[in-house]
């Protein structure tokens, strides 16, 4: 697809994906920022999670669903609101497309430049636990710091599966099995490198206490999509519909979303 700056791509979407809820987090602070801009957001639910899959199984799933998105929707930048799938597959989708790409990935540099200890962790999903890109991250941004790394594909499901029926002190108990892990460790900074993990950022402050700072990278990525809109000239320049979500199947998912949509302000419209 071709970008030119007319009128009409002004008010085409700024599209975020994920393989779930977790991006409406990055979504909703978009929307604070840029009132003007249309939303749309898609969920690929047949495929989550991708956490738990290979770096090749993400890659087929994200190339497939994208080709399959940007054959039915117009767009004029894309958000890949998931730290796993950008760590795996944001070098593929921007050879293969030619459309601004915005990458979420683990807020290490913030974290690194916060810590007066030198001291922070990374909560994400095993694949990003694994990926180079992340231990590359590590090494050009926190250089200096003691990193701790740890996996917790369970906070993930909680968020996804059982946001609304799942009691808070389940919700805690999870928390608190994964931050013992951090026990000893003396650090005094956490990033959230899963979007999932946004939903319970209230909780993970409340049993983290005040000495350890919670740090996602939702300011940066937000600033970049401005930066880019601005600097392409595809800024909206009023409102131009209403903000849609869209998820790739799985039908068991359907009513949750609905509900999702509900308090995020989007219409629900489907399956894509
Ligand atoms: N929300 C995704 C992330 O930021 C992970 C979800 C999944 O494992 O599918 O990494």
């Given at each position: 697809m071709l970008l030119t700056n007319s009128l009409e791509i002004k008010s085409y979407p700024v599209v975020f994906f994920d393989s779930?809820?977790?991006g409406l987090s990055y979504l909703a602070r978009a929307k604070e920022k840029l009132p003007d801009e249309r939303f749309v957001y898609i969920a690929d639910t047949k495929n989550y999670?991708?956490?738990?899959?290979s770096s090749q199984e993400i890659r087929e799933a994200v190339l497939g669903v994208i080709t399959r998105v940007f054959q039915k929707i117009n767009m004029k930048c894309m958000v890949i609101a998931c730290n796993t799938a950008s760590v795996v597959a944001l070098d593929d989708l921007r050879k293969r497309f030619s459309l601004p790409f915005i990458g979420v990935v683990p807020a290490i540099k913030p974290a690194a430049a916060y810590s007066e200890k030198k001291k922070i962790a990374v909560l994400a999903t095993l694949r990003t636990v694994k990926d180079q890109y992340l231990h590359h991250l590590i090494a050009d941004f926190a250089g200096g710091c003691d990193v701790t790394v740890v996996p917790a594909g369970d906070i993930r499901d909680i968020v996804e599966k059982?946001?609304?029926?799942?009691t808070i002190e389940e919700k805690e108990a999870l928390l608190k099995e994964t931050v013992k892990k951090l026990k000893?460790?003396?650090?005094?900074a956490v990033v959230?490198?899963?979007?999932?993990?946004l939903f319970l950022e209230k909780e993970f402050k409340e049993i983290l206490g005040n000495t350890i700072s919670v740090i996602d990278s939702r300011e940066g990525v937000i600033n970049q999509l401005i930066h880019i809109l601005q600097k392409q000239d595809?800024?909206?320049?009023s409102l131009s519909g209403s903000n849609e979500c869209y998820i790739?199947?799985?039908?068991?998912?359907t009513a949750r979303y609905t509900r999702f949509c509900k308090e995020f302000g989007l219409s629900f419209s489907g399956i894509i």
């Open positions: 779930g809820v977790g999670p991708y956490g738990d899959k059982r946001y609304f029926t799942a000893n460790r003396d650090i005094d959230l490198g899963c979007t999932h993990f595809i800024a909206a320049q790739t199947g799985n039908n068991d998912s």
